[in-house]
Protein backbone atom coordinates (compact mmCIF):
# COMPACT_ATOMS: atom_id res chain seq x y z
CA UNK A 1 0.00 0.00 0.00
CA UNK A 2 1.23 3.70 -0.77
CA UNK A 3 -0.08 6.83 0.18
CA UNK A 4 0.21 9.88 -0.95
CA UNK A 5 -0.50 13.40 1.32
CA UNK A 6 -1.17 16.41 -0.47
CA UNK A 7 -3.02 19.63 0.23
CA UNK A 8 -0.87 21.44 2.73
CA UNK A 9 0.29 24.96 2.93
CA UNK A 10 0.48 28.19 4.51
CA UNK A 11 -3.32 29.97 6.32
CA UNK A 12 -3.99 32.48 7.84
CA UNK A 13 -5.73 31.68 11.69
CA UNK A 14 -9.23 31.29 11.02
CA UNK A 15 -8.69 29.85 7.82
CA UNK A 16 -9.54 26.37 5.98
CA UNK A 17 -7.22 23.44 4.62
CA UNK A 18 -8.37 20.40 3.08
CA UNK A 19 -5.97 17.82 3.17
CA UNK A 20 -6.21 14.97 0.84
CA UNK A 21 -4.58 11.45 1.11
CA UNK A 22 -4.46 8.93 -1.98
CA UNK A 23 -4.01 4.98 -1.34
CA UNK A 24 -3.61 2.43 -3.51
CA UNK A 25 -4.46 -1.21 -3.14
CA UNK A 26 -7.44 -2.55 -0.78
CA UNK A 27 -9.33 -0.39 2.02
CA UNK A 28 -8.00 -0.03 5.31
CA UNK A 29 -9.02 2.30 8.42
CA UNK A 30 -7.08 5.56 7.54
CA UNK A 31 -6.02 8.12 9.96
CA UNK A 32 -4.51 11.29 9.70
CA UNK A 33 -1.38 11.90 12.48
CA UNK A 34 0.53 15.40 13.14
CA UNK A 35 3.72 16.17 14.63
CA UNK A 36 5.32 19.75 15.03
CA UNK A 37 8.72 20.59 15.18
CA UNK A 38 10.52 18.89 18.91
CA UNK A 39 7.17 17.10 19.67
CA UNK A 40 5.76 13.68 19.54
CA UNK A 41 3.38 12.55 16.77
CA UNK A 42 0.13 13.04 17.65
CA UNK A 43 -3.03 11.61 16.80
CA UNK A 44 -5.44 13.84 14.73
CA UNK A 45 -8.21 11.75 13.00
CA UNK A 46 -9.39 8.23 11.89
CA UNK A 47 -12.12 6.55 10.02
CA UNK A 48 -13.11 3.16 9.79
CA UNK A 49 -12.58 1.42 6.47
CA UNK A 50 -16.13 1.23 5.60
CA UNK A 51 -16.39 5.16 6.83
CA UNK A 52 -18.98 3.95 9.58
CA UNK A 53 -17.46 5.15 12.40
CA UNK A 54 -14.82 7.93 12.72
CA UNK A 55 -12.69 9.46 15.72
CA UNK A 56 -11.16 12.67 16.55
CA UNK A 57 -8.63 14.32 18.74
CA UNK A 58 -9.93 16.59 21.58
CA UNK A 59 -8.11 19.36 20.26
CA UNK A 60 -9.36 19.11 16.38
CA UNK A 61 -12.98 18.23 17.47
CA UNK A 62 -15.24 20.34 15.62
CA UNK A 63 -12.86 21.81 13.56
CA UNK A 64 -11.73 18.94 11.55
CA UNK A 65 -13.75 16.35 9.50
CA UNK A 66 -12.17 13.35 8.18
CA UNK A 67 -14.19 12.23 5.00
CA UNK A 68 -13.53 9.28 2.96
CA UNK A 69 -14.33 8.25 -0.92
CA UNK A 70 -13.31 4.53 -1.29
CA UNK A 71 -14.44 4.81 -5.66
CA UNK A 72 -11.23 7.13 -5.13
CA UNK A 73 -9.35 4.81 -2.18
CA UNK A 74 -8.86 8.70 -0.83
CA UNK A 75 -9.06 10.06 2.59
CA UNK A 76 -9.71 13.68 3.04
CA UNK A 77 -9.43 15.66 6.60
CA UNK A 78 -10.79 19.07 6.19
CA UNK A 79 -9.74 22.09 8.58
CA UNK A 80 -11.25 24.89 9.45
CA UNK A 81 -11.10 27.62 11.75
CA UNK A 82 -7.55 26.82 12.04
CA UNK A 83 -4.98 28.14 14.72
CA UNK A 84 -1.42 28.49 15.33
CA UNK A 85 -0.97 25.46 17.43
CA UNK A 86 -2.48 23.14 13.69
CA UNK A 87 0.80 23.85 12.08
CA UNK A 88 2.79 20.53 11.91
CA UNK A 89 3.84 18.10 9.17
CA UNK A 90 0.74 15.96 9.07
CA UNK A 91 0.85 12.54 8.21
CA UNK A 92 -1.87 10.08 6.91
CA UNK A 93 -1.66 6.45 7.74
CA UNK A 94 -3.08 3.19 6.85
CA UNK A 95 -3.92 -0.11 9.18
CA UNK A 96 -6.17 -2.46 10.63
CA UNK A 97 -5.96 -0.86 14.38
CA UNK A 98 -7.54 -3.40 16.92
CA UNK A 99 -10.76 -2.13 19.10
CA UNK A 100 -9.98 1.04 20.81
CA UNK A 101 -6.59 1.33 19.48
CA UNK A 102 -7.75 3.62 16.25
CA UNK A 103 -5.41 6.73 18.19
CA UNK A 104 -2.11 4.94 18.34
CA UNK A 105 0.44 5.42 15.65
CA UNK A 106 1.70 1.80 16.21
CA UNK A 107 -1.44 0.28 15.13
CA UNK A 108 -0.92 1.24 11.26
CA UNK A 109 1.42 -0.20 9.28
CA UNK A 110 1.21 2.43 5.97
CA UNK A 111 2.55 5.99 6.39
CA UNK A 112 2.15 8.38 3.51
CA UNK A 113 5.50 11.07 3.16
CA UNK A 114 3.72 14.06 4.92
CA UNK A 115 2.28 17.44 4.18
CA UNK A 116 3.62 20.73 6.05
CA UNK A 117 0.51 22.46 7.23
CA UNK A 118 1.79 26.48 8.52
CA UNK A 119 -0.53 28.61 10.16
CA UNK A 120 0.31 31.86 10.97
CA UNK A 121 -1.16 34.30 13.85
Known amino acids: VQLQASGGGLVQAGGSLRLSCAAS?????MAWFRQAPGKEREFVAA????????YYSDSVKGRFTISRDNAKNTVYLQMNSLKPEDTAVYYCAAGLPRLRQATTPSSYTYWGQGTEVTVSS
Open 47 to 54: IKWNADRT
Open 25 to 29: GRSYD
